[in-house]
């Protein structure tokens, strides 16, 4: 195939207009002959394997167009023959569309973005493959404003789905026809977590320096609710419990508490879904009505702490009270004693004194008369 080269900074004036006469026949003559065909809005190259060749004299840089029956080439002649771009027969209308707004377009006229791609088979892939597994496959890079990624679909019954895998496993970012989200392992194929639409701004789960906040967007513990309960960093669970969060507040019946601690049935047990390990509480539809949830499915540990401290409450001012009791008891039977003990001695004097009068009576008949009345006054 010949190889035509045109220099257009050849200066006319140095032909005649007789010798650029001649040239142009010759020119035109040697196209024919090739199969070159020129009209007034077409030129045509026609022959096997034909190519346009353009060389940039100033840099040796040269390009090559290049048809065949696989296909039209843009050919970097220069570095490698490297190929950038290339059309397979058969591509589709619109391949590639480029708008008059500077949008590109990939299988639409109207584009709507800087690049639209769009399959109007239904089974469009687009893949970034950089070949370097420390290079990126795709950056998105803004400098004046926010850098966004959007995955939308126009079907209000279909799915947007985003994948992160690899041939041991992965993971996807799903949202569902009904706007919810969901993370799914796709190792295991289960839905690992579903976040459900709502109308609130109400941050319901912020990750902050290592805390979870659940309902509060400054998290200050491993996990802290918007009610203020939290997990300490030791692993305690501390309930909200400000008098600020509470109404209707009111004493404790002690004979409310009374009667729901008789009612109580602690039991053992172990949960389902641990069978090893073993437990010991209470079953949530057996409680008295005032431990009850309003489901009945649960226990809130406080509020039988609550009652069992109003009961020993109680059985503790009757105990300080017996032992008041008991005291006073032992204070009177002490005085109890020490009368017996005087009365004793009492008599035991009188006892002495009898027998001191019975032994002068017999010495002295005079006196026998006052030891009969002695005797007979004990």
Same mark, same amino acid.
């Given at each position: &195939?010949?190889?035509?080269?045109?220099?257009?900074?050849?200066? =006319?004036?140095?032909?005649?207009?007789?010798?650029?006469?001649? *040239?142009?026949?010759?020119?035109?003559?040697?196209?024919?002959?090739?199969?070159?065909?020129?009209?007034?809005?077409?030129?045509?190259?026609?022959?096997?394997?034909?190519?346009?060749?353009?060389?940039?004299?100033?840099?040796?840089?040269?390009?090559?167009?290049? $048809?065949?029956?696989?296909?039209?080439?843009?050919?970097?002649?220069?570095?490698?023959?490297? /190929?950038?771009?290339?059309?397979?027969?058969?591509?589709?209308?619109?391949? !590639?569309?480029?708008?008059?707004?500077?949008?590109?377009? =990939?299988?639409?006229?109207?584009?709507?973005?800087?690049?639209?791609?769009?399959?109007?088979?239904?089974?469009?892939?687009?893949?970034?493959?950089?070949?370097?597994? %420390?290079?990126?496959?795709?950056? #998105?890079?803004?400098?004046?404003?926010?850098?966004?990624?959007?995955?939308?679909?126009?079907?209000?019954?279909?799915?947007?789905?985003?994948? =992160?895998?690899?041939?041991?496993?992965?993971?996807?970012?799903?949202?569902?026809?009904?706007?919810?989200? #969901?993370?799914?392992?796709?190792?295991?194929?289960?839905? /690992?977590?579903?976040?459900?639409?709502?109308?609130?701004?109400?941050?319901?789960?912020?990750?902050?320096?290592?805390?979870?906040?659940?309902?509060?967007?400054?998290?200050?513990?491993?996990?802290?609710?918007?009610?203020?309960?939290? *997990?300490?960093?030791?692993?305690?669970?501390?309930?909200?419990?400000?008098?600020?969060?509470?109404?209707?507040?009111?004493?404790?019946?002690?004979?409310?508490?009374?009667?729901?601690?008789?009612?109580?049935?602690?039991?053992?047990?172990?949960?389902? %879904? @641990?069978?090893? @390990?073993?437990?010991?509480?209470?079953?949530?539809?057996?409680? $008295? @009505?005032?431990?009850?949830? %309003?489901?009945?499915?649960?226990?809130?540990? =406080?509020?039988? !702490?609550?009652?069992?401290?109003?009961? /020993?409450?109680?059985?503790?001012?009757?105990?300080?009270?017996?032992?008041?009791?008991?005291?006073?008891?032992?204070?009177?039977?002490?005085?109890?004693? @020490?009368?017996?003990?005087?009365?004793?001695?009492?008599?035991? &004097?009188?006892?002495?004194?009898?027998?001191?009068?019975?032994? #002068? %009576?017999?010495?002295?008949?005079?006196?026998?008369?006052?030891?009969?009345?002695? !005797?007979?006054?004990?």
């Amino acid at each position: &195939m010949l190889i035509r080269r045109f220099n257009a900074s050849l200066p =006319m004036s140095l032909f005649t207009s007789a010798l650029r006469s001649v *040239c142009y026949a010759i020119l035109v003559t040697t196209w024919a002959l090739s199969g070159v065909a020129m009209g007034q809005e077409t030129f045509t190259l026609d022959g096997p394997n034909p190519r346009v060749t353009v060389i940039d004299t100033s840099n040796d840089q040269t390009w090559v167009l290049q $048809p065949d029956q696989n296909g039209f080439y843009i050919i970097d002649d220069t570095n490698l023959q490297s /190929v950038p771009i290339a059309i397979k027969p058969g591509a589709r209308d619109a391949s !590639v569309f480029i708008s008059a707004n500077d949008n590109i377009g =990939m299988g639409t006229t109207t584009p709507q973005g800087l690049l639209d791609i769009r399959d109007n088979v239904g089974s469009s892939s687009v893949r970034f493959n950089p070949g370097n597994i %420390s290079a990126e496959s795709m950056v #998105i890079e803004e400098a004046t404003d926010a850098a966004n990624l959007t995955i939308k679909t126009l079907a209000s019954n279909r799915v947007s789905l985003l994948k =992160m895998t690899t041939p041991n496993g992965g993971y996807s970012f799903k949202t569902t026809a009904t706007g919810d989200f #969901i993370l799914r392992d796709e190792g295991s194929l289960r839905n /690992v977590m579903t976040i459900f639409k709502s109308t609130l701004n109400n941050n319901l789960l912020t990750l902050r320096n290592g805390n979870v906040g659940i309902g509060r967007t400054t998290p200050t513990f491993p996990i802290h609710m918007k009610s203020g309960a939290r *997990c300490t960093v030791g692993g305690v669970w501390t309930n909200a419990s400000s008098r600020d969060l509470k109404q209707n507040i009111m004493a404790l019946d002690s004979t409310q508490a009374a009667e729901v601690v008789a009612q109580l049935c602690p039991v053992t047990y172990q949960y389902k %879904s @641990e069978p090893t @390990e073993d437990y010991v509480g209470f079953i949530a539809e057996d409680v $008295p @009505e005032l431990l009850a949830t %309003s489901d009945r499915k649960s226990l809130a540990a =406080m509020d039988v !702490v609550a009652v069992l401290t109003k009961v /020993v409450q109680d059985q503790q001012v009757a105990i300080e009270r017996q032992a008041k009791e008991i005291e006073e008891l032992k204070a009177s039977h002490i005085k109890q004693v @020490e009368l017996v003990e005087q009365l004793a001695r009492q008599e035991a &004097m009188i006892s002495r004194l009898a027998d001191q009068f019975a032994s #002068i %009576s017999k010495q002295s008949p005079d006196t026998k008369n006052g030891t009969d009345q002695l !005797v007979s006054a004990r």
